[in-house]
């Protein structure tokens, strides 16, 4: 059974810092991509960062350009999501997501999802 669990979510100050984990189970993790997606209330899910295979390829939201970074260790199998110079407008639902067969944004490349982990900025 595949399994993804984020942890490191918080509430945190704009400006301020915070790292994602992503640990995955069950899962033929390191042949195909990942990536983090958030959802606000009363928004669409949006793409954030996603990730290659091996790591050499990522693709970044324009929201987020120069403020996340996206990682990966296969050989432990995690995705990371490193948020820094957070804002405001960055509070929401943060997802892991795996599987899917092209470096994209798009969600619905995704087949496994975890179940979230909440992420707070206030002004």
């Known amino acids: 059974q595949v399994q993804l669990v984020e942890s490191g979510g918080g509430s945190v100050q704009a400006g301020g810092s915070l790292r994602l984990s992503c640990a995955t189970s069950g899962y033929t993790y390191s042949n195909y991509g990942m990536g983090w997606f958030r959802q606000a209330p009363g928004k669409e899910r949006e793409g954030v960062a996603v990730i290659s295979p091996g790591g050499g390829g990522t693709v970044y939201a324009d929201s987020v350009k120069g403020r996340f970074t996206i990682s990966r260790d296969n050989a432990k199998n995690t995705v990371s999501l490193q948020m820094n110079s957070l804002r405001p407008e960055d509070s929401a639902m943060y997802y892991c997501?795996?599987?899917?067969?092209?470096?994209?944004?798009?969600?619905?490349?995704?087949?496994?999802w975890g179940q979230g982990t909440q992420v707070t900025v206030s002004s």
């Open positions: 997501a795996a599987d899917s067969p092209l470096l994209s944004l798009y969600s619905d490349y995704y087949r496994y």
